[in-house]
């Protein structure tokens, strides 16, 4: 029944493109209200078909249409649905300091052990950072070929848009990074300060004693996983902000932006494959690691990857299956885990390509060395995200306002995010499993004639 409805959905969504298309052509001369009035039957019947599903990508796709729609047919009233995306970019800023503090200090207290494993975990910290570092780089280098956001007209935004900063000495900028008040730090949404104070608090916390060590960290590890299920939480109301977001766009800037959110798609998507190929390919034959063997154990966990816009989703099958061909339990125990809060290569590219995007959108000139330490807090602030879908959005937020930049290119973002965070999430899986087979040939521990049980035929 569902799927009828879905297929109902669809055939009506063709019928009322095939319309508009015939009847903006001049093909059929239809009053125009018969193609307006068929486009929104088409989305009723969609919103219909999706409302009991629960699925918040399919209510994004849907109130990103209606959006659309309504700031097209109807520019007055959609302008004023922007109250919806600025009450769900407040949601969102609410989550950024106690998600940033608790995700940092459990990833680096959390592995306070890392001497007792020694050159593994240098090791896997050394392969984290060279990796994440060719991502970040790939990133700016596809963002700056394709210019994904230059020609976004600024009409109607410009009275909102910050101005850019005065310029700054490089003691203002080393300054500015070091928090003087936490918690001025946080009221006023610098990021980076948190972030300092995180790090430090959290070499802090490993130094300290077992018992109280412990119970800090217990502390730390519960507010993060709180402020995991607070942003899931928050996450269903970004229909009605994508809705109201796009609706305004449209209604102030017509379709131009959308052009540029899906020019970001194709740039993100190709420098993605772009990394696969230039730098896993690479690394995985250096490092001697089989290649079909590697391909057939990492293809389900990697979907599932891709499908759920999950990396914690996947974790269980893909420890299996690096354990399948030969890398050893214990250094599959230890990498795989640490590398989901260091080694989030899709995200350190997406977030290098989304940063500049909304540098572009807005007009605003960056140079390479800004773009590089923007995109450096962004690599730090994104540790330990990897198992909320879409939370990368919220550090994405955090650092574009902590920049001096306006808020309303990620509304751009946030419209295609989906289809961006499959891709993204599916390259972390993939980054990750690979990183566990080449510290387990590393330590000369990988087992080439191994041929454990396959993952995808366990129950």
């Known amino acids: ?69 309504l700031g097209h047919d109807a520019p007055a009233v959609a302008v004023s649905l ?5 009450a769900f970019l407040r949601l969102v800023k609410t989550i950024i300091a106690p998600l940033v503090f608790a995700t940092l200090v459990v990833g680096i207290a959390g ?29 700016l280098a596809a963002i700056n070929l394709t210019k994904a956001g230059v020609g976004i007209s600024q009409a109607g935004v410009k009275e909102e848009a910050l101005t850019a900063a005065p310029p700054q000495t490089a003691a203002d900028i080393i300054l500015h990074i070091f928090p003087e008040n936490i918690a001025k730090s946080v009221a006023e949404g610098q990021v980076l300060q948190v972030v300092i104070f995180a790090i430090l608090f959290a070499i802090g916390l490993a130094l300290t004693p077992e018992r109280p060590r412990r119970v800090m960290l217990e502390f730390c590890e519960s507010l993060s996983e709180v402020m995991f299920k607070f942003t899931n939480v928050v996450m269903y109301f970004a229909p009605l902000g994508v809705g109201g977001a796009l609706a305004y766009t449209v209604g102030k800037m017509g379709f131009a932006p959308l052009l540029n959110a899906f020019q970001l798609l194709l740039t993100l998507y190709g420098a993605l494959v772009a990394f696969t190929l230039l730098i896993l390919l690479p690394v995985a034959l250096l490092a001697r690691i089989p290649l079909r063997r590697f391909i057939a154990a990492v293809a389900e966990p990697v979907s599932i990857a891709f499908a759920t816009t999950s990396s914690e989703a996947a974790l269980p099958r893909a420890m299996e299956a690096m354990e399948s061909i030969g890398v050893p339990r214990r250094i599959v125990a230890f990498v795989m885990p640490t590398g989901y809060s260091f080694n989030l290569d899709g995200t350190t590219l997406y977030l290098s390509l989304a940063a500049v995007f909304v540098a572009q959108a807005a007009g605003v000139p960056f140079t390479f060395g800004q773009q590089l330490l923007m995109v450096f807090t962004l690599m730090l602030t994104s540790k330990g995200v990897a198992g909320v879908p879409r939370a990368s959005l919220v550090i994405l937020l955090a650092t574009v306002a902590s920049f001096n930049l306006p808020a309303w290119p990620v509304f751009i973002i946030l419209g295609i995010d989906a289809l961006m965070d499959m891709a993204r999430t599916a390259v972390n899986v993939l980054g990750n499993c690979l990183a566990s087979a080449v510290v387990a040939r590393w330590e000369g521990e990988f087992v080439d004639d191994y041929h454990g049980p396959d993952p995808a035929a366990v129950l």
């Open 1 to 69: 029944m569902a799927k009828s409805r879905l297929f109902l959905a669809a055939g009506t969504l063709l019928v009322a493109g095939l319309i508009t298309a015939l009847a903006a052509n001049h093909v059929l001369a239809l009053p125009a209200p018969v193609p307006v009035a068929a486009r929104w039957v088409a989305l009723l019947f969609l919103a219909a078909a999706v409302a009991p599903r629960r699925s918040l990508t399919l209510w994004i796709v849907v109130s990103m249409l209606i959006g659309i729609e």
């Open 82 to 86: 922007k109250v919806l995306s600025d």
């Open 111 to 139: 592995h306070a052990n890392l001497k007792q494993v020694g050159r593994m975990g240098l090791k896997a910290l050394i392969y984290f950072e060279i990796v994440t570092t060719f991502a970040l780089f790939i990133g």
